[in-house]
């Protein structure tokens, strides 16, 4: 079946460095991908998103990479903070009103001090 | 800010019996949700609602069953709770086809959900 999935279950960085977070998709039909961040004790929360017809997309400190060739999503975090230690979900929509979100596994971020 | 409120953060049940999670969201979002996430699976679509009283089924909704009879309340239920439904259980809610961009979705802080 078609799921998305990431490349690593955990990643450290030091802290102000640079984090990138992997995430592989295999449904061609999605349109819409979304990054959530999930700290402990809370439910995910949105952080950025982008849609099929782009390719970069930046926030604050965020930014969010698409690569549709080799169905590949990243989230690019700058000046990595000890704030920023949560799991992080990449998501796919397949069509509109968010009604089929999937989610990857997750890939839990540990910032050292 | 939006808000969505499940009532119980943690419960304890045990097998077979019926088990009531409840979802509250304050910003009058078509769209509601009900997911559980276990480690190493992420978060899977177990129902979800576009409207009042309507109700679709989602990747896994065997064993459970949903209600919404206001758009402000999803429930979800567990008509006989088994070991292998304890979870967390996250609801969320998104506007809908118009406003916010599709697929955004809030989501409240979880139910841990134990059933021995």
């Known amino acids: 079946g078609e799921n998305v999935g990431l490349h690593l279950p955990t990643l450290s960085v030091q802290e102000g460095d640079n984090s990138i977070i992997n995430c592989a998709y295999s449904n061609s039909a999605s349109d819409y991908f979304i990054w959530y961040k999930q700290e402990s004790g809370k439910g995910p929360q949105f952080i950025i998103d982008i849609r099929s017809n782009m390719d970069k997309r930046q926030g604050q400190r965020v930014t969010v990479l698409l690569n549709k060739t080799v169905k590949h999503l990243s989230l690019q975090i700058a000046a990595t903070q000890p704030g920023d230690s949560a799991v992080y979900f990449c998501?796919?929509?397949?069509?509109?009103?968010?009604?089929?979100?999937?989610f990857g596994a997750g890939t839990r971020l540990f910032v050292k001090a | 800010d939006v808000k969505v409120t499940q009532s119980s953060r943690y419960l304890v049940k045990r097998t077979g019996e019926k088990v009531f999670l409840e979802c509250v969201q304050d910003?009058?979002?078509?769209?509601m949700f009900w997911y559980r996430q276990d480690p190493g699976l992420g978060l899977r679509l177990i129902y979800f609602s576009y409207d009042v009283k309507m109700k679709e089924k989602g990747d896994i909704p065997e064993g459970y069953s949903v209600s919404r009879e206001k758009k402000e309340r999803f429930s979800l239920i567990l008509e006989s709770a088994s070991t292998n439904q304890t979870s967390m259980y996250l609801c969320a809610s998104s506007l809908g086809l118009a406003g916010a961009p599709p697929g955004e979705l809030f989501f409240g802080e979880g139910s841990r959900l134990t059933v021995l």
């Open positions: 998501a796919e929509n397949i069509g509109t009103g968010g009604f089929k979100t999937i």
């Open positions: 910003m009058d979002h078509e769209n």
